[in-house]
């Protein structure tokens, strides 16, 4: 059983960065995407990003185009996501996720197959 383990949330000030990782336990060319989920408090989990294996694939939230980036380094069975420009409405629970079973980018919850637990961000106006 693959497990996932997230790191770098924290406390940030809007305007500001965090880059969260995700360690994997098994090699990544089990996963062909893998990607980043959030969830605030009361509401459902919503798609941040997906990358699949080679990089080529890239799909991104409506919400945080162009200040988030995913990236993944297979050598190190790791995915990142650099959050840039943080709003209030970022905070929530940064959940990262992969897929075995898809070879394209994908924002729906079914298509993975692992997650991890969960690291939190906190963005304070």
């Known amino acids: 059983q693959a497990q996932l383990v997230e790191s770098g949330g924290g406390l940030v000030q809007a305007g500001g960065s965090l880059r969260l990782s995700c360690v994997s336990s098994?090699?990544?060319?089990?996963?062909?995407?893998m990607g980043w989920f959030r969830q605030a408090p009361g509401k459902e989990r919503d798609f941040v990003a997906a990358?699949?294996?080679?990089?080529?694939?890239?799909e991104y939230g409506d919400s945080v185009k162009g200040r988030f980036t995913i990236s993944r380094d297979n050598a190190k069975n790791t995915v990142y996501l650099e959050m840039n420009s943080l709003k209030p409405d970022d905070t929530a629970v940064y959940y990262c996720?992969?897929?075995?079973?898809?070879?394209?980018?994908?924002?729906?919850?079914?298509?993975?197959?692992?997650w991890g637990q969960g690291t939190p961000v906190t963005v304070s106006s």
């Open positions: 996720a992969a897929a075995s079973r898809v070879y394209y980018t994908t924002r729906l919850i079914t298509d993975y197959d692992y």
């Open positions: 990358i699949t294996y080679n990089s080529g694939g890239v």
């Open positions: 098994e090699h990544f060319f089990v996963f062909n995407t």
